[in-house]
């Protein structure tokens, strides 16, 4: 992290998009903008450059606004072709794939909690073309008496307090904020919907890992900002209960991991059949007829295909919970999220890790920044601990046990 961050400037207004009406458009419409977005994607990550010009058409696109429901405008599209659409635009750019998944997530937060006046503005002002960032996480202030907090002061409402890991936030016109609010002594928390140009608002581009590196995932602060009352959103009471909020977080993060590891993949042909040289013992012209390569890439491409029809079944469990919240339909999906995201870590891992094996020394030459795949899955992949999600599993199926209801699972 640099020591004197610049706080980033605000986006651009936004404009009106196109409006996709069904799965079908919204997956055709994210193949498209894939094969234009793998084009500088290598750059976009050598020389950090922001995707700005991208983010503008990926949301002129339309595809911002597929799960706003239907009876709201939206084209309230299945969360299996919501993942999908996800995976086709990480396969390009792993970054640009991350970038939304709050946005969608606070979308889902909107859906499940909302009152309808807020779901009606919020929504509209997604189909009008502005993207929600977020501003979650907060590094330490266990005491809630020191985390971000919503207070009222003379009859108005100020948001105050530091975030780290904020994704897409800097690219947002909206700011969906984690917040505690002191009730009586009780802390309750809330997502204070904070406009990006409120006076007090400070974005700083100080995201520095050595992975998805145009996230924008750095901190914001926020220095008594005002907002109105119609902008917090009930947040803890949608865990105290069974929602999809969880699941619907995790599916994107899944589908995140599948893209870059089919990215890899794409890369691995590619480059064993134009440029890789097949190893002296296999006797052989080309490397595409090595038999250990042809193994090798055989199991790559089975694990993710694994993974992919993992996460299709996923999003099954997770529409039926949607269309009906009990204890069990929630349960069920987020094991059947948990048992894809398990899926899609490790087959996007194998693939960005036997790029590099398969395809030779050459593959390592910093002009072709293969190695974005690698640092890309790996630095998200550490989002959630798969190691807990097959601990989930196994309590689920083994003692009947429900996992527990937080953004994690």
């Avoid at 949301?59 to 086709?88: D, F, H, Q």
């Avoid at 926020?222 to 109105?228: A, G, L, P, S």
């Amino acid at each position: 992290m640099t020591e004197a961050p610049i706080a980033a400037p605000a986006p651009a207004p936004a404009r009106v998009p196109n409006l996709i009406r069904t799965d079908y458009e919204a997956i055709r419409t994210a193949e498209r903008l894939a094969a234009d977005f793998a084009t500088g994607a290598a750059r976009r990550d050598s020389e950090r450059l922001l995707p700005w010009n991208e983010l503008d058409r990926f949301t002129a696109s339309g595809l911002w606004a597929i799960t706003v429901p239907r009876e709201y405008g939206g084209a309230g599209v299945s969360s299996g072709t919501l993942a999908k659409v996800t995976a086709i635009i990480g396969t390009a750019d792993g970054s640009l794939s991350q970038i939304p998944q709050n946005h969608f997530y606070a979308l889902e937060v909107l859906r499940v909690g909302a009152n309808e006046a807020q779901k009606r503005f919020f929504y509209g002002r997604v189909l009008a073309g502005e993207r929600l960032g977020n501003a979650l996480a907060e590094i330490g202030h266990k005491d809630f008496k020191r985390r971000t907090r919503l207070f009222k002061e003379g009859g108005r409402w100020f948001v105050d307090g530091k975030k780290f890991y904020c994704t897409g936030a800097i690219y947002a016109h909206w700011i969906p904020t984690l917040v505690v609010v002191d009730e009586d002594g009780t802390p309750v928390q809330y997502l204070a919907m904070v406009p990006r140009r409120a006076e007090g608002v400070a974005i700083y581009d100080d995201w520095d890992g050595f992975g998805q590196r145009v996230t924008g995932s750095g901190s914001v602060t926020f220095d008594r900002v005002e907002i109105e009352p119609d902008w917090i959103i009930p947040f803890q009471v949608s865990f105290e209960k069974p929602t999809t909020i969880g699941p619907l977080a995790q599916i994107i993060h899944a589908a995140i991991d599948l893209g870059i590891g089919q990215g890899a993949y794409r890369e691995i042909v590619d480059f064993v059949r134009e440029r890789a040289r097949p190893w002296l013992d296999a006797n052989v012209e080309r490397a595409a007829d090595d038999p250990l390569t042809l193994h090798q890439v055989g199991h790559v491409r089975l694990r993710l295909r694994a993974a992919e029809a993992s996460l299709e079944r996923a999003g099954r469990f997770v529409d039926a919970a949607q269309a009906g919240m009990t204890e069990q339909s929630v349960a069920e999906a987020s094991i059947a999220v948990a048992e894809a995201k398990i899926l899609c870590t490790k087959a996007g891992l194998l693939a960005a890790t036997k790029l590099f094996e398969l395809s030779g020394t050459s593959s390592t030459l910093a002009e072709d920044g293969l190695d974005r795949y690698w640092r890309n899955v790996r630095t998200h992949t550490l989002h959630d601990p798969v190691r807990w999600k097959y601990q989930a599993v196994g309590q689920f199926y083994l003692n009947g046990r429900l996992p527990p209801r937080h953004g994690a699972l």
